[in-house]
């Protein structure tokens, strides 16, 4: 199969999978206290079902999806809610937030499931109800609802091609790879439910050059199968490949035009994990309750991959991994090149999480000592959107937000890419990450200010024609009272005019 | 309308009675300076050319007497020359020659050459030139004495196969690193005088 | 025609108005923040130069050579460059107020925009006819329009520079000029004289 | 348990300021050596000078601007700037060109911008150029190839014109010449053709005697920086193009009275600059369109500066004439973006 | 109405046309190549301020918008072609020195500057005063300047001078530096731009050190804020 | 006496200019909208003025400065700065400081009804029939603090605004070279 080139990347990042590779999937186990935050996709938080001190069962629906983009969340385990109140999130922001706490029972008893053996028997629309009711959200980062994405004929978008993106193209992150290795027939089972649900005509797999072996026990289990819609393809290691946009360029290089999305060119792109739950979801009947994380670094004893329940936190994780080494440092949700640093290990995992790393001093960089930029442009040639990461930290550095807007700042997947490679020591991405977000937070200014002045103006208008309504109400009062001047009624007037006058005293009292 | 009208009518007669105070003052020193204004631009060319031929060796208005050489093909130019004759008692003592040497580093370069009757050198004087500053400008006589070397030379001093610079195997020095500008200055001289040899009797003619 | 190319390239390149005759350089200064700024006064002022250059030819040669009142020059000429100035800015204020506001109080200045005045000066002094004139101004007028419009695109990168504070602004701003007025000595030589 | 934090990426990073320069210094090397071989010593004292005097303006700037001073002479910057200014300035230069130029080139041309990687005009070339306006009787004495020497020239000669004492003017004007480039256009002036012109002993086989050599030895080094992908190909090989196009046109029009492209190519500071100076990050274009066409541009304007203008050599006014056109080119020369029309 | 040794101070310091106000740069840098020219050309400058200030304070009230400019500068054309005359009538070889830009005091953008930012606005008294003080800061920001040029490029002082005040002056020429080769920089074009970019830093240090006390704690209120 | 053909001329130059000054003559100043826009429409009065409007008007006009709207802050002066293409002041202090939006709360416990702040209220943020107590439309309220004068109670706080995810932002990076990098 031809295979496209995006501009840049980074060829020859040190991988260092085979810290965990090498072990098989093992399953954590029940922790004490399972915490949900509410929030945990894109979209609107969930909308809690229980409430303290209920006791739930694994795979009950606790909190529902609200509104359109959402979804719902399941127990991992039973046991009592003891708790919905602010708790920490893996968030960079460091930031509390509504979460439902479990305290596990230890008994681990689950609902009955409603498995469908043949889901070709199902239509999509069923297909996505299952998958929307399974909590099922895109397990490869971005953690987008499922049943959204594979709703196409909703939309009626043509969709052609189906894209499976097993690249994990980050350092470190093993967790596709082992899914790859051990389950590749629930994989591909759960490509061929998609298949049936967009109607595309091909399905490609796509896995880097770096894992040959994996490669081979794919394409085995789709010689099994059988199914001619289905390819497995090899694609060159340069970070970040496994990105969205980056695979679908690799693969038919077609571009997603700005703002839009794959299935605007006829694409659909998951993640392998996400495939796998929804296998889960429709032949097992089974919600989104776990999935498949690396725990790695030279800060943990035995790095691993464990299939974990959603909630646990991760202090469990490390103890299945025999602890702490003395070189842990730094807690790391997501890999090295895109994650994030989190302030304690009492935070638990959430659907998106897929990697653990517990970096010593060497592995992960404190503050960069930034030198100026020397306009060398090697984080230009890097940049795999290619944009001029060079002149947008110029405008973000000076508040020139908008003129980085104009460089197409929000094209930026904040892949790192420019960041690693610039020889000042530039922290890039951070620099972008902040212009957005400050700019987000103007446009909300903006917007409020818009909304002010046009109820200022309402208002103004409003109090203008009372006055004129006044006025000529007065004139003609006037009017009349000359014709016909009563005396009664102007001492009725005036007596009002007093009473109105006290209220407020009155009031006050 | 009116209103616009007498809007017109304002703008049009202050704008004419301040000219006229304006432009009334300025005539007024006009015509209390100009005489002199024209006196002076006449001092001034006849400065430069009396710092050459000073005042004591001619008699007769050196403005008044010139000749135009238009198609001054001797001079290897396509500027016009001026000449400028001192005469004393009705007789030809000097000429000042205004040719251009063409051929300057950065264009043509403004000569005065004045010769004696005899065909000897009096001097050579740039009046304007656009050489590099520093390098080619040593020309001027503010800068350095260089142009004095030419005081007193004629044809036969040195012979002619001599008037080059040093360089070309001549006799006259050039300045460090640069050459172009005197060969130049050198060559504009050279052909003056040549020019004055040839029409030595022409230019001693008095008329009237 | 290759002397009409001549005096362009003299008045842009090698003659540089702003950087090598130090005329219109308080507009130079003043109107070079923005690279959009920068563009409508290039704009403004060769449409004013050219325009006022073949006006003061005209002034010159019909008017005050028959009249004997070349000692009147200075003034009828810039009174003829005021009268061009204020009509100029009078149908761009009502055509396109944006371009007025931009230009702010630089169109009424660009009557004492010394180059104005000093290219209908020098224009007569050097004996030019009509379409020299012409010439000259709009020549003048693309020579301050491009070295305005290069200094406005490196003062927008200056300002975001790390300047030492007492250089800041206007400090470093005609450093930069003379910068690059000494770029533009290297086009010095290109026409000889 | 606790932990730091910090923001992503986490990986360190890979490359230096430092290493950059230190490539550009060791891609240096062969022409320096060149250079000394074929002029002698006189180079090696300017290098000195240049950036001894660089690296202390450089020191002292920083810290009048309360500036960290390792890190920024750590950098390296102020050494290559040095360098190149030395090794653009003739060899024979009495010892306060190059101070001057240095001074120049760090505190003016750099640090009132506010130093590395802030100022729009190449450092060196600004105070090649200022020394050159400025200074032009000493900027125009370059020494002969060494092979074109009399006998009777000594080092020591060298050193007592470097530092000032004038030894005797015949021994000045047998060891110093005019560049070939200067040469060439000064005779051409005189309607002599470049086949007579060529035929006197300060040309060789490409351009000038020991000038070809140099010329090859800096070719050699830019090449080895754009395999250590110090340096893109678009600046050097746009310059390159366009100085050869520009060149060839006129030869083939004019044969005769025009030196050859390859004339053009390898003689004065054609290699240095397109390798070396106008590949300066800070100064020149960051698209790689706009790199290749500020490239050709220099390679136009030098030519023509070269051919028809007051300097015999334009490298350095045409890189610091296009340094002024650079965030204009910049604007529009925009890749285009991912997704983007 | 501010004190007349305030309108002073604004025009030779605070607001200083030429290091300030950027104003009439186009004479400064043209002619402050020694001292002497600029001391003439600023001169010829004040003179011209000062009378045009009156003159346009006087009239103030009679000029409609929609001629000022006209009027503005068809005075102050009048005053400098006489002023033009006269030079050239007495100080011929100074007038050629100073060239184009004699008639050019016309456009000289701080005359117009000051009659419609001041003049238009202000009684006869004030304008005068300002005309004034803006003339001396201007003539002296020509004279400091000239003086830094003249000395770095070309090793004297006051040369020319006796254009100016006759035969007998020719002594007042210093030789700053003997035998001098001259930074030509200095002299040229962009020696001007360099010199009066490093005047005005100067300035600015000057004026920081002078206000010192007081800058201090407002830059300290504007940090709390930011904080 | 040929100068007083030019004088004639001059004159006729006058009255050309008189025409021009009528002939295009221009009405309505579209800046004003444009200046309009970047103020916060906090409608607050603190710069003198009553609402951004009337200052928006003014500073076309040039009666005002540009430093003298405390909620717009630095970044407000920047903006007007850039359109106006003037140099930036700071902001003026007699006009008050640049302080964090904040949302007005009415205590609803100690809320009498009595209408005050709605009538005050430049934005209508405020519900409220008489007699029963008010509450402010948090996604409405600029903060201008002007309900809080009139209530006769002073049951209105200003409260500053709860932080959100969605408008969270990410740390600048320190970019002053100030610092050695150790
Ligand atoms: C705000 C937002 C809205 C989206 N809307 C849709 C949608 O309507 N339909 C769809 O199929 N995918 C939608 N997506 C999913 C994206 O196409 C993409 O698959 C997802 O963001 C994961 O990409 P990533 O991890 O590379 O960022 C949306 C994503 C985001 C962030
Ligand atoms: C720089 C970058 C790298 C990514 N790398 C991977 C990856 O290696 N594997 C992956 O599955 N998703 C990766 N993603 C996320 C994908 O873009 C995309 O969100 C995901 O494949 C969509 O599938 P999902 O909706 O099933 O999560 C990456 C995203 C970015 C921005
Ligand atoms: C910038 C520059 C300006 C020059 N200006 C002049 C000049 O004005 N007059 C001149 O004779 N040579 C000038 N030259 C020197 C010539 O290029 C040439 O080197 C010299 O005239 C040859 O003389 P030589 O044979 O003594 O070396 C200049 C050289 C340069 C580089
Ligand atoms: C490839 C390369 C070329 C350089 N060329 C120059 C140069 O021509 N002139 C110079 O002053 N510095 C040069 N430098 C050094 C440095 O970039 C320069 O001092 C900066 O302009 C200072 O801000 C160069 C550096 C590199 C990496
Ligand atoms: S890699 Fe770094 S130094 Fe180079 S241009 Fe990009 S930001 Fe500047
Ligand atoms: S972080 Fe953004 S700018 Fe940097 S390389 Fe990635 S996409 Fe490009
Ligand atoms: S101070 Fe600002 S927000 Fe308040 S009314 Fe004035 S312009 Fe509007
Ligand atoms: S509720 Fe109060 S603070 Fe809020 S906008 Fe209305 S008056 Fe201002
Ligand atoms: S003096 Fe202001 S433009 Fe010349």
Known sequence: ?509 | MSDSRSVLIKSGWVLGLFSFIGIGLVSLTYSVTHEKIAENERLFILKNLRELVPGTLHDNDLLADTLQIAQAKEFAGKHPVTIYRALKNKKLVAIIAAPTAPDGYNGSIKLLVAIKENGELIGVRAVSHHETPGLGDAIDTNKSDWIHAFNGRSLSNPPIRSWHVKKDGGDFDQFTGATVTPRAVVKAVLKTLQYYQANHSNLAKIDG | MSDYLLILVSTILVNNFVLVKFLGLCPFMGVSNKLETAMGMGLATTFVLTLASICSYLANQYLLAPLGLEYLRTITFIVVIAVVVQMTEAIVHKTSPLLHQVLGIYLPLITTNCAVLGVALLSVQEDHGFIESGLYGFGAAIGFSLVLVLFSTIRERITVSDVPEPFKGNAIALITAGLMSVAFMGFSGLIKF | ?341 | ?227 | MSFFVLILLFAAFGILLGYAAIRFKVEGDPIVDQIDSVLPQTQCGQCNFPGCRPYAQAIADGEAEINQCPPGGEAGIAALADLLGVEALPLNAENGIEKATLVAVIDEETCIGCKLCIQACPVDAILGAPKHMHTVIEAECTGCDLCLPPCPVECITMEPIAKTLSLWQWDKPDVSQKKAPS
């Open chain 4, 1 to 341: 348990m606790h932990f730091l934090t910090s923001n992503a990426p986490f990986i360190a990073p890979q490359n230096s300021i430092q290493k950059m320069m230190l490539w550009v210094l060791i891609a240096l090397a062969p022409g320096v050596i060149t250079m000394i071989w074929q002029f002698g010593f006189g180079v090696l004292i300017n290098i000195i000078i240049c950036v001894t005097t660089c690296v202390v303006a450089e020191a002292s700037m920083l810290k009048l601007r309360n500036r960290p001073i390792l890190p920024f002479l750590s950098d390296l910057s102020a050494v290559v700037t040095g360098l190149l200014l030395a090794l653009a300035l003739p060899t024979l230069a009495p010892w306060w060109i190059p101070f001057i130029g240095a001074f120049i080139a760090i505190v003016i041309a750099k640090h009132l911008y506010g130093g590395l990687g802030y100022n729009p005009f190449n450092p060196a070339m600004i105070a090649f150029a200022i020394l050159m306006v400025s200074f032009p009787k000493s900027m125009t004495v370059w020494m002969l190839p060494h092979s074109l020497l009399p006998e009777n020239a000594q080092f020591s000669d060298a050193l007592s014109l470097i530092f000032g004492q004038s030894p005797s003017q015949s021994i000045i004007d047998a060891m110093t010449a005019a560049t070939p480039l200067d040469e060439m256009k000064t005779q051409l002036g005189l309607s002599l053709t470049v086949e007579e012109i060529q035929s006197r002993s300060i040309f060789g086989g490409l351009s000038g005697q020991g000038w070809q050599w140099v010329s090859a030895a800096y070719l050699l080094g830019g090449i080895f920086l754009m395999y250590k992908k110090v340096i893109s190909w678009h600046i050097p090989l746009g310059l390159l193009f366009g100085l050869f196009i520009i060149s060839t046109g006129f030869y083939l029009f004019e044969p005769g009275v025009t030196p050859s492209p390859l004339f053009h190519l390898f003689s004065g500071g054609a290699m240095l600059g397109a390798f070396f100076i106008a590949t300066d990050p800070v100064t020149a274009a960051t698209t790689l369109k706009g790199r290749f066409i500020y490239g050709v541009l220099i390679g136009l304007l030098t030519y023509i500066i070269r051919t028809w203008g007051g300097y015999p050599e334009g490298i350095a006014f045409a890189v610091i004439l296009i340094n002024m056109a650079v965030p204009l080119i910049d604007h529009y020369t925009q890749p285009r973006v991912y997704g983007h029309k």
């Open chain 5, 1 to 227: 109405m501010d004190s007349y040794s305030k309108i002073l101070k604004n025009g030779l310091w605070e607001n200083n046309q030429a290091f300030v106000a950027l104003l009439g740069l186009c004479p400064l840098l043209a002619v402050s190549n020694t001292v002497i020219n600029g001391l003439v050309l600023g001169l010829a400058t004040t003179l011209t301020l000062v009378l045009s200030n009156t003159v346009v304070s006087l009239i103030r009230h009679q000029v409609g918008s929609e001629i000022r400019l006209p009027v503005f500068v068809l005075i102050i054309a009048s005053i400098v072609t006489t002023i033009e005359l006269i030079m050239n009538s007495y100080f011929y070889e100074l007038y050629l020195i100073l060239g184009i830009f004699i008639p050019l005091i016309v456009t000289n953008c701080s005359i117009i500057g000051r009659a419609e930012a001041f003049a238009s606005k202000n009684p006869v008294g004030a304008s005068f005063i300002d005309g004034f003080g803006m003339g001396l800061g201007f003539t002296a920001a020509l004279v400091i300047l000239g003086a830094m040029r003249e000395v770095l490029g070309s090793g004297t002082l006051f040369a020319n001078a006796d254009l100016m005040f006759g035969d007998a002056a020719k002594d007042m020429v210093i030789y700053v530096i003997s035998d001098y080769e001259g930074f030509l920089l200095a002299i040229l074009p962009p020696g001007a731009f360099i010199g009066l970019g490093l005047l005005i830093a100067l300035k600015n240090v000057i004026d920081k050190r002078l206000s010192k006390p007081a800058s201090q704690s407002v830059s300290l209120s504007m940090d709390a804020k930011k904080a």
């Open chain 1, 1 to 509: 199969m031809r295979l496209w080139r995006f501009n840049g990347g980074l060829p020859s990042l040190a991988e260092h999978k085979n810290e965990s590779v090498n072990f098989p999937i093992e399953t954590a186990p029940v922790p004490p206290l399972l915490v949900y935050p509410l929030g945990q996709h894109i979209g609107n938080a969930a909308k809690p079902l229980v409430s303290t001190g209920d006791k739930v069962l694994r795979g009950q629906k606790i909190a529902d999806a609200q509104g359109l983009i959402s979804a719902p969340i399941h127990a991992g385990s039973s046991g009592v809610v003891t708790n919905i109140a602010d708790h920490l999130i893996p968030h960079p922001s460091g930031f509390s937030a509504p979460s439902i706490s479990i305290e596990t029972d230890g008994l681990d008893e689950e609902i009955t499931y409603v498995p469908h053996d043949d889901f070709r028997q199902l239509s999509t629309s069923e297909l996505v109800d299952i998958i929307r009711e399974a909590g099922i959200v895109g397990l490869g980062g971005a953690a987008f609802p499922t049943a959204i994405k594979l709703n196409t004929q909703n939309k009626a978008l043509h969709i052609d091609t189906l894209i499976l993106n097993g690249a994990e193209c980050e350092p470190y992150i093993s967790c596709d790879d082992r899914l790859l290795k051990e389950r590749p027939h629930l994989v591909i089972e759960g490509i061929e439910i998609l298949l049936h649900m967009i109607r595309a005509k091909r399905a490609i797999l796509a896995i880097e050059d770096n894992v040959p072996d994996t490669f081979k026990s794919i394409q085995d289990a789709i010689a099994k199968n059988n199914n001619p819609a289905i390819t497995a393809v090899q694609i060159p290691t340069i970070y970040p490949t496994g990105g969205e946009k980056q695979l679908i360029q690799t693969l038919t290089g077609k571009e997603v035009p700005s703002g839009e999305i794959p299935a605007d060119i006829g694409i659909v792109s998951t993640n392998v994990g996400t495939v796998h739950a929804v296998q889960r979801a429709v032949i097992e009947g089974k919600p989104l309750t776990s999935r498949i994380i690396t725990v790695t670094g030279e800060g943990v004893k035995k790095p691993h991959n464990l299939e974990v329940r959603i909630g646990t936190p991760i202090q469990t994780l490390i103890d299945v991994c025999h602890g702490y080494t003395k070189h842990a440092e730094r807690l790391i949700m997501g890999g090295p090149m895109m994650g994030f640093a989190l302030l304690n290990d009492e935070i638990p995992i959430v659907k998106a999480t897929n990697c653990i790393l517990v970096a010593s001093k060497e592995e992960a960089i404190t503050e960069k000592q930034a030198m100026p930029c020397i306009r060398c442009g090697l984080c230009a040639s890097a940049c795999p959107v290619s944009l001029l990461p060079q002149q947008l930290y110029w405008f973000s550095k000076s508040e020139q937000l908008e003129k980085a807007e104009a460089l197409n700042l929000f094209d930026c997947i904040e892949c790192g890419c420019c960041d690693v490679v610039c020889p000042s020591h530039i922290p890039l991405v951070q620099h972008f990450r902040y212009a957005k977000s400050a700019l987000k937070v103007q446009n909300h200014d903006k917007h409020l200010s818009d909304v002010a002045r046009d109820r200022f103006e309402a208002r103004e208008e409003r109090i203008a024609r009372d006055k004129a309504e006044r006025a000529e109400r007065s004139r003609k009062k006037k009017a009349a009272l000359k014709s016909k001047p009563a005396k009664e009624e102007i001492d009725a007037a005036v007596s009002r005019a007093k009473a109105k006058k006290q209220k407020p005293t009155e009031n006050e009292t």
